[in-house]
């Protein structure tokens, strides 16, 4: 059974973590005048613009530096700085047993899938949403929906685009496409029977998503599925001879055997300002009508 997280309130204490690619002070500094500005206090820990290469420091580093938020009860909410690459390399050092203990929310997206669908495992829920490396200087759709999921205010999206007809409730899960893949057959694969399954990736080849779709595919994870969400699908590859089908396409053919419900244009993943916070873990209900337009509320 999924565990509850407490909403955020004004005085709590936020962490920034990077668990994957380097960031700088520079970089943070608008995060975290935002955060500031919704009453929160932000606690940036001793050692978080290490870098080694590409990495924000070594692999022990970024474990323990993780660990450490992990386990301090005064943190309510840890947001990983960005994606990139790194966070699967550090899940396997992790100790969840003191977090356990005093949970808190866990906030990213791409990259922080690995975290996404590792806690799903062990039955605590995450918010895929912005990272404070895309907060910038102005509030967005992004940043405000963060806020109000934060702070436990109730999610009701809705948006247009094309897919399958249908409703569906279950628990919502998910993430990046390339790390559920890349997580088929660990201990951080996710059991998605039943539930309403989120997907979005980012500069990819359209041969690469077809690989991955058969991937998932084979091993299991639509069997069972409540429903599917595609976010972004952006800046897509082809190579000189063309695939033949865009990304949306190419989803709809792998699941076209299946009955869940398919809401395509969803508004998470790698879309900037209008990556909308989502609560994974949560259940909710997936509605895609047949005049072109999808919604998702707390049910």
């Not at 980012?202 to 409540?226: N, P, S, T, V």
């Not at 609560?279 to 998702?296: H, Q």
Request: glycine share 10%; charged share 20%; hydrophobic share 40%.
């Amino acid at each position: 059974m999924i565990k509850n997280i407490s909403p955020l309130k004004a005085g709590d204490t936020v962490a920034l973590a990077a668990t994957a690619r380097k960031v700088s002070p520079e970089e943070m500094a608008p995060a975290i005048e935002r955060l500031h500005s919704w009453g929160l206090k932000v606690l940036v820990p001793e050692g978080l613009y290490a870098e080694e290469n590409q990495f924000a420091g070594s692999d022990e580093h970024r474990a323990e530096l993780l660990q450490g938020l992990l386990n301090n009860p005064e943190v309510k909410a840890i947001l990983c700085c960005r994606g990139g690459y790194g966070t699967v390399r550090i899940v396997d050092r992790l100790d969840f047993s003191r977090f356990a203990q005093n949970p808190k929310w866990i906030v990213g997206y791409s990259d922080v899938t690995v975290l996404h669908s590792h806690l799903h495992t062990l039955d605590f829920p995450t918010i895929h949403g912005t990272m404070p490396i895309n907060f910038g200087q102005g509030e967005s759709a992004a940043t405000e929906s963060l806020r109000r999921v934060l702070l436990g205010e109730t999610v009701d999206y809705e948006w247009a685009g094309d897919g399958r007809e249908g409703a569906a409730e279950g628990i919502v899960v998910g993430g990046n496409l390339s790390i559920l893949y890349s997580l088929c057959g660990s201990r951080s694969q996710m059991d998605t029977r039943g539930k309403i399954l989120l997907i979005e990736d980012l500069d990819e080849y359209l041969y690469h998503i077809d690989r991955m779709m058969q991937g998932l595919k084979r091993a299991g994870m639509f069997d069972g599925l409540a429903g599917l969400m595609v976010g972004g699908m952006t800046d897509m590859h082809d190579n000189t001879i063309p695939y033949g089908h865009t990304a949306e396409q190419i989803v709809m053919e792998a699941v076209a055997e299946y009955h869940f419900p398919v809401a395509l244009g969803s508004p998470f993943g790698h879309l900037g300002d209008n990556n909308l916070a989502l609560p994974l873990g949560t259940k909710m209900r997936l509605e895609v009508s047949n005049s072109k337009k999808s919604r998702i509320f707390a049910s």
